[in-house]
Nanobody
Framework: QVRLVESGGGLAQAGGSLTVSCAASGLTFSSYHMAWFRQAPGKEREFVAHIRWGSKSYADSVKGRFTISRDNAKNTLYLQMNSLKPEDTAVYYC?????WGSGGSASEYPYWGQGTQVTVSS
């Protein structure tokens, strides 16, 4: 079955950087559209970024600071986060789908990882 496992979260200071990874198994990774979402305490899960073939899209709140990438040979998705802000504190989830809509709605993604915590201190 499809399995997505995030790693690399942790504690960072404001202005710092972190990279989170998502290792995928049980699927032909290169044929899946991948995305990152995040959920802060008391808030709904929100779109962060997605990658479809060579096309990338970002939420306005992270544009210019975060970079999504993938290594199909390693079945791994990445999110490099720079210039971190306290408001970036959340659990970060990777998600996968073979279908495509806007790419920015959680309902489009049937497969999810368990999440990794990112905490940014001020």
């Amino acid at each position: 079955q499809v399995r997505l496992v995030e790693s690399g979260g942790g504690l960072a200071q404001a202005g710092g950087s972190l990279t989170v990874s998502c290792a995928a198994s049980g699927l032909t990774f290169s044929s899946y559209h991948m995305a990152w979402f995040r959920q802060a305490p008391g808030k709904e899960r929100e779109f962060v970024a997605h990658i479809r073939w060579g096309s990338k899209s970002y939420a306005d709140s992270v544009k210019g600071r975060f970079t999504i990438s993938r290594d199909n040979a390693k079945n791994t998705l990445y999110l490099q986060m720079n210039s971190l802000k306290p408001e970036d504190t959340a659990v970060y989830y990777c998600a996968a789908t073979q279908t495509w809509g806007s790419g920015g709605s959680a309902s489009e993604y049937p497969y999810w990882g368990q999440g990794t915590q990112v905490t940014v201190s001020s």
